[in-house]
């Protein structure tokens, strides 16, 4: 495929450091809007703060860069007010479950057709390396140079309580899964939430030891597997990859549109 | 029955219809007293005219909805009071940035803090204007009677639109809730600002911060044809992030100047028996109802009393201020608040000390009587 017709070369370099996993997810999004044969004019890419969220500028959609943890809420209002634009909200994992975290739970319940990628590597990357909601406990961070004593939550089981329709996590060791899951997720009728593991050795992987790149993607292979297979069978502690929720719930703006034709018979 | 657009109504649906005759076809809002009526009308009118309501999970993703729908080419607004309004302020200083139009209405109750939620206030005149942080500027209208919150309702988006910036209706809860009559106008009776939206066809590059030679922007939806770059970071005219200081400073002076050099344009007010007024009363929203009765009944007995009326209370009209009270002996600003509008009326008049208050802030609406007596103090009367 050809990227230049995608991205803003204008704007390139893009900001990310050397071994970042979001350039990856970058990629395999451009490749699932490609396969997908999406209207540019008819993409609309929201996004919040932080390292993740510098994406919307990078593509040659319609691109609304907003606040810290509200991307989903602008979203909500992009959609609603056009239910004909397809609208992808990139996220970090501070982004979308910190500071956005009631945002995110709402987003789940509207069910509104909005496809959220959530890009968690476990730190505040672009404030240099604080621990975030993801980073698990006896970790270290700038803001927790001893060890992490925070609980993190798990981002799939949060979507699915919350009411999201389609629900699927994957990494950026796995890039043929990004673009098939967020393929099934833009096509999905209703709010999709896809969390991508990505690695951040700057801040993440140097602090704790994690050793480059190569070794933190090499780490997302082999301590993932598929959901329903042997390996996450035997290996439990592994985290799971693959499609947990994919089901039929009424969509916000559908809904919407029904309540104004009842209003016309009204 | 007649056919006839005389209703009697509270403030809070007069601001629904209004914002409807400016066309307004998205809201979101949450609940608040004393706003909440604003919310109630809107998802009871919306549907049927093919609009959109959306009650979001809290204020502050309230006024983001409302902004991404206005990016789409919609008119939009949100309606709150004071807790709800602190809330907003991050987004609204995004909407000033990103210059995108939007209408935020304060029903201000007692504050601060959860305060005094079935009480009005008029204590949020200065985090209209400096809630946001950074430099900007703002451009907050106001009303006293049911007729005139229609007009500046429609006159709010009429700004927003012309200056891309949000527009604060700062009403009370006095206006909000109370019944009165009102007429409401029939279809271009009065003026409607439409979008200015670019007119390059496809292909050509659209710039959406490169302004035309007399300043304005003009828009163009997004699912339309021109694709493009939103931020609130500082941003050259492709709308993409520079920290370039000569473009930094260029916006700035932008944002600032395209409201502070249209105050003339920006000004609406009304005047009473300022012509030869010895002591005259600077008041605005629902408390200048007191005033003007104040005014009247003081006028019969022959004293020379006036009332000059502000509407628009962001950007303040310095120099109208200025020019109408020069010949007062007393300017006596009439507030329900510790003193706010009345700090720009000692600043922008020759002599401030001729300048007292006349206040109230217990969360009874301040009366004729009230306003007689303090009358009476500030001319060494007794009381």
Redesign the interface.
Known sequence: MSFRNYI?E??FPHLWCPGCGHGIVLNNMLRAVEELGLA???L?M?SGIGCSSRI??YV????????HG?A???????K???P??NVIVPMGDGDALAIGG??FI?ACRRNMDITAVIMNNRIYGMTGGQFSPLTGTGLKATTAPLETIDQTFDVVHMAIASGASYVARTTSYHFQEITKYLKQAINHKGFSAVEILSPCPTHFGRRNKLGGAVDMLEHLRDNTAQIGSKALEENPERIGRGVFVHKDTPEYCSE?ER??Q???K? | MTDTNIRFIQGNEVCVEAALYAGLDFFAGYPITPSSEIAEYMSSRLPALGGKFLQMEDEISSICAIIGASLTGHKVMTATSGPGFSLMQEAMGFAVMAEIPCVIVDVQRGGPSTGLPTHGSQGDIYQAKWGTHGDHAIIALTASTHQDLFRMTVEGFNLAETYRTPVILLFDEMSGHMREKVELPKSGEVQVVQRLRTSLPEGVDYHPYLPREDGRLPMSDFGGRHRYNVTGLYHDMWGFPTSDPKIIHGLIHHLVDKIENSVHQITHSKEYFLEDATCILVSYGSTARSALHIVKNRRNRGEKLGLLELQTLWPFPAQLVREKCAQAVSIVVVEMNMGQVVQEVKKAVDRPERVFLANRVDGEFITPTDIKNMLRLIQGRGV
Request: net charge positive; aromatic share 10%; glycine share 8%.
């Open positions: 803003r204008r704007f540019k004019n008819e609309v929201v919307s500028g040659d959609f319609h691109s609304l860069h907003t606040l509200r989903l809420a602008f979203a909500a209002g992009v609603m007010s056009q004909n634009l009631n945002h709402h919407y309540l104004i009842a209003a016309h009204g």
